[in-house]
């Protein structure tokens, strides 16, 4: 992309080294296959969200009076699955991990380039027949598929949407191994595992999680389909198959996939309040084997899914306690985050209001676990609205808020531009305030125990205000996602050149240029400091530099 | 539409009272902790806020702040969990001599058929101040059976029973929802639970009714032919089945299970998975032959002829009329 007004000489970046279509759809560079996951991602989030506002405009009234009812279990439906297969999982490791991994270990590139890109292929491919399922049909058995009515009752198109997420789930697969070996085996000398930036740890446990837990999601999809076209009796009872088996394969993926979502996230928000701190992360050794902790224990508490599924008391009992273990190491993050706020030099650019966004909600989204995590409380709260409520606030208030405020932190080193400012801090806080609204309110609905997925309440009319207020808030929401879109793209033409370093932040990424050649460095980077050596980076000599632009 | 705005659920069950007073623990524990985090953040926000000339004071962590921070929530987690057990097993575990009521559920409606033989569809009576125990099934996909003003819920799965239970403490018609998405009309899979005096009760009861449901299963029982080899006096190709439920069983190979609902349904349609020590396997497969109001029949029988209890078959004896669903 050439720049008219840079300040410098024309420079080769990984942008400009090559032009056309060709020179993007067959790239081994890591920083532009980042970028084709962005626009298709992007793409997939809007698609979701244009379900979710649909949803939210059917539940203004208590009457089904908007849409058909199959036509609300199939906008549901295909929100969820768009929403978690195509743009949460895919979202800040496909994208900002994609283009910042190689970086931040001094490396020219992900250890498989081809396999990077083979991965994005896996996804378009998968994106493909899940665009098709949607304009041919539809489906209507929920995110959650469960048997036996998707794979004996439902005569919308299963089958179509669950090969296209078996084949999304290769592109995840493939992903995370591409991180495991980088990190092991690319690191820049001197760049030891106790010097990682801790989105570097974040990445390597959702890598792991990747890697162990999508293998199981599309074994089911396979024994689903296995049921389906050959009549072998796994999870239908009429052939001596187990329905609930079903829900353990389903959510022992399922359930560790949400921290596929969130751990990247937090990675993010580590870096931001360092930055925007000015400090070495407090505790960094309990953040980075909290990420650790949190990979390893979230294959231990599927089953808290399925507390009135019909298993055992026991079994609950047991993965009651095994979550409220996992919810430890959550917790030592939100302390840690804080404690790194004390005695900082704080500044409140758009990246760090995205941060302090996310730690307001995932710490309500944590907190509100506890009551799911709680046996007697569960049976009430499950499958009503506080469900939804829960993990939205971290799934959209945590994993979203993250991606954002990476995609801020980040746009200068991405872009070489920086996006106007003012704009960014209106948009978080239009985010925030949408957000809450939104789904507030849902945790009260949830505990008068409204049930999710109900099209109609009309028999229940007394839920109504609630449910106005989140639906005004949805589209407070849906404006704070429009505007980073289009100011993005906005200073992707008019925005400030941007320096190389414009947050004088601290790791490798920020040492080459904005936006960096294809190989990243002009020489291999030595590390010979400490991660969030900020100390150093605002030592005397540097204390006119101003921080942002 | 304001006049009609409620912030807290009806109690209207024992264990609503329990739920409840463990839901506000919770709140006022995680409020608690949300305003320590939040009030810190805000403060350290405000008062570190950058200020040209004052660096950042680098701190590289704290043992014994970790230390507490993980140790400290982690002993309130264990309070929170051991009093959500405490809960959950009373929910769990039914007072033995519940009222029965069987349900079966189906896209998109609700069968109930009480013990006494009153059915109803999407609506259930039942009298305040009495335990009262659902044996529920489904005959399709799985739902979920769901009374937000008691603060229970259960999943109904094809295939087997799942029970729950409760006891409640208000008369007044409440929610009965649907829990588990079903399909196309899951919203519509919703009903009321009428919570009734005693006395009203008594007059509902006796109002309907087409005898006891044991009764409907003695007749099925016959009709079957289940007798000509589970004989009553022993002699037969197949166990006595008196006095068989809610005892332990031995089995051919070698296991001791407890006869309850979900064994004695599977013999029915599975008479080879757990097969009585001593006996062959003679005995057909069910399935496909009894629906699944017939086999709640059946295992109503089968429980009558275990433990009398002749106050309560007196009591359904009642002339049919009304309130019927066939």
């Known amino acids: 992309m050439p720049i008219?007004?840079?300040?410098?000489?024309?420079?080769?970046?990984?942008?400009?080294?090559?032009?056309?279509?060709?020179?993007?759809?067959?790239?081994?560079?890591?920083?532009?296959?980042?970028?084709?996951?962005?626009?298709?991602?992007?793409?997939?989030?809007?698609?979701?969200?244009?379900?979710?506002?649909?949803?939210?405009?059917?539940?203004l009234?208590?009457?089904?009076?908007?849409?058909?009812?199959d036509t609300y279990n199939k906008l549901f439906t295909q929100h969820g699955m768009v929403m978690v297969f195509f743009f949460l999982i895919p979202s800040i490791p496909a994208v900002l991990g994609n283009f910042l991994v190689p970086m931040m270990l001094g490396a020219k590139d992900l250890a498989f380039?081809?396999?990077?890109?083979?991965?994005?292929?896996?996804?378009?491919?998968?994106?493909?027949?899940?665009?098709?399922?949607?304009?041919?049909?539809?489906?209507?058995?929920?995110?959650?598929?469960?048997?036996?009515?998707?794979?004996?009752?439902?005569?919308?198109?299963?089958?179509?949407?669950?090969?296209?997420?078996f084949i999304v789930g290769f592109s995840s697969i493939l992903t995370g191994l591409n991180f495991v070996v980088t990190i092991h085996r690319m690191r820049a000398p001197g760049l030891t595992w106790s010097r990682l930036p801790l989105f570097i740890w974040a990445h390597y446990a959702t890598s792991i999680i990747q890697l162990l837990g999508t293998p199981v999601l599309a074994i089911t999809i396979v024994m689903v389909a296995a049921e389906r076209a050959l009549h072998l009796g796994i999870f239908d009872p009429r052939l001596g198959g187990d329905p609930v088996l079903f829900q353990h394969l389903f959510w022992f993926y399922s359930h560790p996939a949400v921290y596929i979502m969130i751990l990247p996230s937090m990675?993010?928000?580590?870096?931001?309040?360092?930055?925007?701190?000015?400090?070495?992360?407090?505790?960094?050794?309990?953040?980075?084997?909290?990420?650790?902790?949190?990979?390893?224990?979230?294959?231990?508490?599927?089953?808290?899914?399925?507390?009135?599924?019909?298993?055992?008391?026991?079994?609950?009992?047991?993965?009651?306690?095994?979550?409220?273990?996992?919810?430890?190491?959550?917790?030592?993050?939100?302390?840690?985050w804080t404690a790194t706020l004390y005695k900082g030099s704080i500044h409140y650019d758009a990246p760090m209001l995205y941060a302090f966004g996310f730690l307001g909600l995932f710490t309500i989204g944590g907190l509100t676990g506890l009551f799911l995590a709680a046996l007697g409380i569960d049976v009430h709260v499950t499958d009503t609205y506080f469900v939804v409520a829960h993990f939205h606030y971290i799934m959209v208030g945590g994993a979203v808020m993250g991606y954002l405020g990476g995609m801020h932190f980040w746009w200068p080193k991405i872009s070489g531009r920086l996006y106007p400012e003012g704009w960014a801090r209106l948009a978080a806080l239009i985010v925030f305030i949408g957000f809450n609204l939104t789904f507030f309110p849902q945790f009260i609905l949830g505990y008068l125990g409204m049930p999710r997925r109900y099209y109609d309440y009309s028999h229940m009319p007394e839920f109504q205000v609630l449910n106005v207020l989140s639906t005004a808030g949805s589209t407070i929401l849906g404006v704070g996602y429009?505007?980073?879109?289009?100011?993005?793209?906005?200073?992707?033409?008019?925005?400030?050149?941007?320096?190389?370093?414009?947050?004088?932040?601290?790791?490798?990424?920020?040492?080459?240029?904005?936006?960096?050649?294809?190989?990243?460095?002009?020489?291999?980077?030595v590390v010979t400091w400490e991660a969030y050596n900020y100390d150093e980076l605002d030592a005397p000599h540097r204390e006119e530099v101003p921080v942002a632009r | 539409m304001l006049n009609n705005f409620p912030l807290w659920p009806v109690q209207a069950s024992t264990m609503a009272q329990h739920v409840d007073a463990l839901y506000i623990f919770l709140l006022i524990v995680t409020g608690m902790v949300a305003a320590l985090v939040f009030v810190c953040i805000i403060y350290f926000a405000a008062r570190y806020r950058h200020q040209p000339g004052v660096p950042?004071?680098?701190?590289?962590?704290?043992?014994?702040?970790?230390?507490?921070?993980?140790?400290?929530?982690?002993?309130?987690?264990?309070?929170?969990?051991?009093?959500?057990?405490?809960?959950?097993?009373?929910?769990?575990?039914?007072?033995?001599?519940?009222?029965?009521?069987?349900?079966?559920?189906?896209?998109?409606?609700?069968?109930?058929?009480?013990?006494?033989?009153?059915?109803e569809i999407n609506e259930l009576h039942v009298p305040v101040g009495r335990d009262v125990k659902l044996i529920m099934t489904s005959q399709d996909v799985i739902h979920s059976f769901f009374i937000p003003e008691f603060r229970i819920k259960q999943d109904v799965l094809p295939g087997r029973y799942t029970v729950e239970w409760f006891h409640a403490t208000k008369p007044g018609v409440y929610h009965l929802f649907c829990a588990e998405y079903c399909g196309t009309q899951h919203s519509g899979m919703v009903g009321d639970i009428v919570v009734l005096e005693p006395a009203q009760y008594e007059a509902w009861?006796?109002?309907?009714?087409?005898?006891?449901?044991?009764?409907?299963g003695e007749k099925m029982f016959a009709e079957l032919g289940c007798g000509t080899c589970h004989k009553m006096d022993g002699q037969g190709r197949g166990p006595n089945l008196q006095g068989l439920?809610?005892?332990?069983?031995?089995?051919?190979?070698?296991?001791?299970?407890?006869?309850?609902?979900?064994?004695?349904?599977?013999?029915?349609?599975?008479?080879?998975?757990?097969?009585?020590?001593?006996?062959?396997?003679?005995?057909?497969?069910?399935?496909?032959?009894?629906?699944?109001?017939?086999?709640?029949?059946?295992?109503a029988y089968i429980k009558s002829i275990s433990a009398p209890q002749p106050a309560r078959a007196a009591r359904a004896a009642a002339p049919a009329k009304g309130n019927q669903v066939n």
């Open chain 2, 205 to 216: 009861v006796n109002s309907g009714g087409s005898g006891p449901l044991s009764a409907s």
């Open chain 2, 56 to 119: 950042a004071e680098q701190i590289e962590g704290s043992l014994p702040l970790e230390i507490t921070w993980s140790a400290i929530p982690f002993l309130v987690f264990l309070v929170i969990f051991a009093w959500g057990a405490v809960v959950y097993f009373q929910e769990r575990t039914p007072p033995s001599d519940a009222t029965e009521v069987y349900v079966v559920a189906k896209q998109w409606m609700w069968k109930l058929e009480h013990a006494e033989g009153q059915r």
């Open chain 2, 245 to 299: 439920f809610g005892n332990p069983v031995q089995l051919e190979d070698g296991r001791t299970v407890t006869a309850d609902e979900n064994y004695v349904r599977e013999s029915i349609l599975d008479p080879g998975a757990k097969r009585v020590k001593g006996f062959a396997p003679v005995m057909p497969t069910f399935q496909g032959l009894v629906n699944e109001e017939q086999l709640n029949a059946l295992v």
């Open chain 1, 61 to 69: 009234t208590p009457a089904g009076d908007l849409v058909q009812a």
């Open chain 1, 4 to 59: 008219a007004d840079a300040p410098q000489v024309e420079r080769e970046t990984y942008l400009n080294k090559e032009y056309g279509v060709w020179s993007w759809l067959l790239t081994t560079d890591h920083k532009r296959i980042a970028l084709l996951y962005l626009i298709s991602i992007t793409f997939f989030f809007f698609i979701g969200g244009l379900f979710a506002l649909l949803i939210r405009l059917e539940l």
């Open chain 1, 482 to 525: 429009l505007l980073p879109m289009v100011y993005f793209l906005w200073s992707m033409r008019y925005g400030k050149p941007a320096s190389d370093n414009p947050w004088n932040a601290a790791g490798l990424e920020w040492k080459t240029a904005s936006p960096p050649p294809t190989f990243n460095f002009e020489e291999e980077p």
């Open chain 1, 113 to 165: 380039p081809r396999v990077n890109l083979l991965s994005w292929y896996l996804y378009i491919i998968g994106g493909a027949i899940m665009l098709h399922c949607i304009l041919t049909g539809g489906v209507d058995t929920g995110w959650t598929f469960y048997v036996p009515f998707s794979s004996n009752f439902t005569n919308t198109k299963f089958v179509e949407a669950g090969i296209a997420i």
């Open chain 1, 267 to 336: 990675g993010v928000v580590t870096e931001i309040i360092a930055c925007f701190s000015r400090k070495r992360i407090f505790g960094y050794g309990f953040v980075a084997f909290s990420s650790i902790a949190i990979a390893v224990f979230g294959f231990l508490v599927w089953a808290h899914h399925m507390f009135v599924a019909g298993t055992s008391l026991y079994s609950a009992m047991v993965f009651s306690l095994l979550s409220y273990a996992v919810a430890v190491p959550s917790a030592i993050k939100v302390f840690n």
